[in-house]
């Protein structure tokens, strides 16, 4: 190892323009750009660093980012700014914008904040991790002073460096440094303070000239160009987030530029120029660009400017690319979104869309589909899965248990391993616990031992209870008709909070419940979702537009119910508020199906119309397809109020009509809504939900049966009797027994049907 460190100031010093007054050590980016005369004595005395512990290899190459994982980083960062934005946190809003526009760039980035104590990074980029061997994670937060432990540092860059933190100077040098694997790099640091808001920071970039033959004078040039081309990409992710908050917020393809957008269009262009531009951004981004997302439409909105100038030429730098890039490094700091270059009320306008939007939710891959009138319009689909609205308990919204996944269905009818007589008609779906399962039969809820079937209490209501509960905190908590929702300690059935609903407040739909938040959700006829913190606090309430029956489906970003008067909302889960709704032409009484791919739905309407269809929605509530159940007029598939089923390539729904006595249970091509089978059943199967079980579905039907069905091709494997219509969701534990309560008054515990085998869904 080398103990001759050489001349630390030499790499920068040496490298000095002969006989130029004005080259002083304050003016170092002058002293790049008129040249180096002495790069091979830089090449050889070069400096070495102390020995060192070596913490790691060098960080394998990375690999270029397939689009849609930088998709998905900007998307991250876009949810986590909408975040800090509602948290009211401005200053990480701005700085996770400011960050997602450089984290994937291929050129070594670091952010850091000056007004923390050491001056510590804020974050880099893949280009910092590539240069220097170290991870994201291993590097943010601390001060960058590491990468040159040990090494030499000529005192005057010291002093630089140290001022440039301090005071938000610029610097330009070469320092020595040392990556994670130990090896040694000359440094080309080139940093330069920037605002964005009222933040300061300081943003540098790094280049490896270790090699004599790199062009100083051209580096450094490059590099100033791409601080500033960085500059310009965070402000571009700012407006980008501005553009696709309102877009979302809308649900619409996008009709104007935002504010931001607008003000240096109209300040800049003649008016006729502008007009252009926003016609082209409008009508041309979603066409010409059908695979990117909205993140970029912006970004071809500045293409499209960018290539026509006000004489209509075609331009490679166009005016609005120049107003973009104003914020750039030609003053003592940069500014974004200060109010130095952007008026107040232009800066006021832009947020006031972040305040009502409720963050951009799911990224889009854009593509045309009609919505329920028909209309061609985007849609979207979630780039990640989004969530499986499980309950904390293992249940869907639907109160299916899923403790029994990974087993198969047998072809042998199960056996009946107890009942129960609760006394009165069992419409509560059971919901199963660790040790006991919990229903309701008449004016009675009650948990029952789950081996034995013998009741452990029970608990009063006033009314009858026809919703499903939901377990969570140690409650069991269901509504009834006498307008209270009620929290019963799940061990004892002991009163611990109880909420009224308003007016005409019966509960009908089941609750579910946001582990998260730890908040229960739960639908009334008073017209309202109900959100209570498990403690009985309430959360929030949301006015729907009629009878609320269906049970709340949960993901990360939504809560998804829909009404009576035919709407399907999708709220904000972190606020409450809406993000988009969608009507339909019959009641909702279903609670939605999230798969990763859409969101699966049936509406109907028993009574009136005597309508009901299957639907596919995207995750911005458009349509993709309505099945038309092939019965004579469209969209007959009976009455049908169930979550439906999704097995492989099959979407399992269960309709009918109670006063035809008619009932049928489709099988629904996944991709277009067609219909695969159909099984014709005694009397309507329009309130319990298909549950899975491997390859089939276990669903009941009014006619008292309870039927087993095989997904693919509708093949009956078994059914149960009751002595009355079954009007529940039938249960599972994970032991494969299934619990289904009926208009009998029992509640049974079914046993012998299922094995464990692979799940058809994976086949
Ligand atoms: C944004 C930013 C990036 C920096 N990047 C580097 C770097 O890549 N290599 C390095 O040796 N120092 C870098 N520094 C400088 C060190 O953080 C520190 O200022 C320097 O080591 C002098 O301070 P010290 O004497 O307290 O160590 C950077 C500083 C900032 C603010």
Redesign the pocket.
Known sequence: MRTDFGDPCRSVLEVRPQGNPSSGPENEGNRFRRGISEQDELKLQLPSCAPFEITGSSSDRLPVLPERAVLRTHMKAMQRASERYRAGDMASFYETLTASAFRVSNTSV???N?ELPD?P?VDVSRGFEQLTGYRRSEIVGR???W??KGCP?CPES?VK??E??RQQKKFVGI?T?RRKNGEVFQ?L?V?SPLRIGNQFY???I?ADVTNADVDLTGEQDRMHEELNEIVDAIFASIVNAWVAMHSHLDMLPLTRPVPYVEHQLRVLYQPEVYEQAKQQFVVLAPAEAPNSTRLSYVNTFLQVVDSTDEAGNKSSSGLFRRSYSEPSLNDESSMIGGSKRLPEEVLRESLRYLEVGQGPGPVARPRQVKDVEGRVRLAEEPLASEGSGLHPNGQDPSHQAKLGQGLSLSSAAPTVKWKYQGGGEVESSVVVGDKLVYSAAGKRIFALDRETGSEVWSFAAQQTILASGALAGGAFMVGADDHFFYALAEDTGKLLWKFEAGEAGEFTGGATVGEEEGVVYVGSADEKLHAYFLNGTKRFSFEATGAVCSTPALDKTGIYFGDDFGRFFKLDRATGKQIWRQQFPANIRAPARLEPDGIFLSIGDPDESQSGEILRLGYDGSTTWRSDCGRGGRHKCGSCWTAPAVIGDVVIGACGLDSKSEGFIWGLEKDSGKVRWKVQTGNDCQTSSPMVVGDAVVVGCTDGKLYAIGAQDGARRWHFEAQAGIWTTPAMDEHGTIFIGSHDGYVYALEGTSKAGRDAAEM
């Open positions: 670091t952010l850091a000056p001056c990074i001060n960058c002073r990468l040159n540092m010291r460096l140290r440039a933190s320092l440094n440094n640091l940093m300081l943003l540098a790094q």
